[in-house]
Every structure is written in C-alpha cells, then in structure tokens.
C-alpha cells in the first residue's frame, strides 16, 4: 500500500513566530500517511527559489519521495497567518509564480507513475481536475478534498469532479448536521464513491449511498496545542490509512465497522496533529526574523 498526494504545495508564514513552515494540502497528506507507516510519494510542481527549495528539502527529509516532481522557473506561494486561541487565521495568500501555479499535466510516464500507488490524494487548489478521468481510469484510489469554499460545491463543479474520485472529503464546520449530511447525499449522488465531513469539535460524518457513519472529535486541551493547521489533512489521512488496512478498494467496498474504525482513526490523528508545529515542524525563520527554527 502506498499514497501519492498530487497537486499543491506552500510555504505557510506565521507572522507571529516569524516562521516559515512547509505544507500544502497535498503534501501533508503525502507526510501524514508516511508518519503512519504507508510509503509516500509527492507530485508537483517546485518553484526554483530559495522557499521552493527549503520545501522539496523538507519533504524528502519526512522520507516522502519527490522525485517525479519537476522544478519550474519562479516563486513558491506563501500563505501568511498567524496563530488566535489555537487555531490558525490565513490573513494572505501569495500564489506565486505562473509557471509554478500552472496545473502539471500527467503525460504518459506521470500517469503511470502516478497509477503505481494504492491511493492518490488531489484537492481543489491543486487544478487537477482536468487529470481526474484519465487518473480513475489508470486504477488508483483517489481521494479529492473539497474544502469549505462555496464556489467548489456548485452542481457544475461537483459533477466535473465526483464521478472520478472515490472518497471526497469536505469541511462541514460552519454547517449544521442536517446541512451536512444533505451535502454528503448530494456529492455521492454526483458520483463520489464516498462523502466524508469533518465537522470540528462536532465530530465527522461519513456517507457512501448504503451506509452513513458518524465519530466524535477527540478534544485536546487548548493550554497544550500548538495550532489546528493540518488538522483536517491529518484527518483524511489517519481515515484513508485505515481504510486501506481494512483492505478498501473499488471492488471491496469497506463495511459499517470499518468506516467507524477510520473516522475514529481519523479522529485521533487529528487529536495528534493539534500538538504539532504547523503542518509537520521543520520551520526556518521567515528572512529579516530573528526567530528560532523548530
């Protein structure tokens, strides 16, 4: 069992520690899911500066291999943030340089690269849509975060993207359970193989057209945490991992006590993530600091 994560990738600033870290959706659920015991792969696009670097260095260094990943010429996006009660406040986003943020196109020798892994994990920021039909057909698992914005869950999007991917995965907190368990209806009905919602200290919620499975969050102590970022990622990858243990695929569908296990798996990933630094540590300080690496 191995997982890709294939798209986006950044540099997240927290201003208030004057630290860069690394991260990106896709990177951190390539990271977590090695954490976790899985071999991990990472596919996309480095920029060619100085912060491109500092992130391929750091990804490597999680024993997460790039190799397949090409460097363009320009920046690296940077998200700058800052920590409130625990949890992490975006205040900016750079997106860097064209020629990074373009989508990166799976010629033949990437797609059969990328059809090699167990599961492939993409995301909404990441602008592979236009890679999921050929991807699904190759063989993977993929996996799809939908995240919270408005503007992914319109029925013109859902239907571009739900027919490929066998689990999405949305961000259900501002929503209450009914509204959530509707939009999990409506994204397998789409086409998605699987609905999971992460619904912050109100637990998730996971739907599959013949099961619906529901897990509390486990609370940490907001005196003890370092921050939320990557929690949901953690998530993601903590219920995959699991799923994939229990001997998930498109011909074996998992059961009502898998399901359970993984977002309880899920669950306690997260727990972990909140005593993190950033997404998984290895921060430098941000150029013209005088902070101190983690």
């Known amino acids: 069992m191995n997982v890709l994560g294939f798209g986006d990738n950044t540099v997240d600033r927290f201003v208030d520690r004057g630290t860069d870290y690394p991260g990106g959706n896709c990177v951190n659920v390539a990271v977590y899911a090695r954490r976790l015991g ?29 190799d397949h990943s090409p460097v363009r010429a320009g920046g690296t996006s940077v998200s700058t943030l800052h920590v409130r009660d625990g949890d992490r406040v975006f205040l900016t986003y750079d997106e860097g340089g064209e020629a990074v943020r373009a989508p990166l196109v799976l010629n033949p020798r990437l797609l059969s690269y990328a059809a090699s892994f167990t599961l492939v994990h993409s995301s909404v920021y990441s602008r592979t849509e236009a890679e999921l039909p050929g991807l699904a057909a190759a063989g993977p698992l993929i996996s799809f975060d939908l995240s919270d914005e408005e503007e992914f869950r319109t029925p013109a999007y859902l239907d571009r993207v739900c027919p490929h991917v066998d689990l999405a995965l949305l961000s259900c907190s501002h929503l209450d359970e009914s509204a959530t368990r509707g939009l999990l209806t409506e994204v397998v009905g789409r086409g998605a193989g699987m609905a999971l919602a992460t619904r912050g200290l109100e637990g998730a919620i996971v739907h599959d057209g013949r099961v619906t499975a529901t897990a509390p969050a486990r ?56 005593f993190v630094e950033a997404a998984f540590g290895c921060g430098r300080p941000t150029a013209g600091t005088d902070a101190v690496a983690v």
């Open 38 to 66: 899985l071999d991990a792969a990472y596919l996309g696009v480095f920029g060619d500066d100085d912060l491109g670097t500092f992130l391929r260095t750091a990804v490597t260094a999680q024993g997460v291999a790039v």
């Open 219 to 274: 609370f940490a102590d907001p005196g003890a945490m370092r921050d939320t970022m990557g929690c949901g990622d953690a998530f993601l990858a903590g219920f995959v991992v699991s799923l994939l243990r229990n001997g998930w695929s498109r011909r074996v569908p998992p059961g009502p006590e898998a399901l359970v296990h993984a977002l309880r798996q899920g669950a306690q990933a997260a727990y972990q993530q909140c």
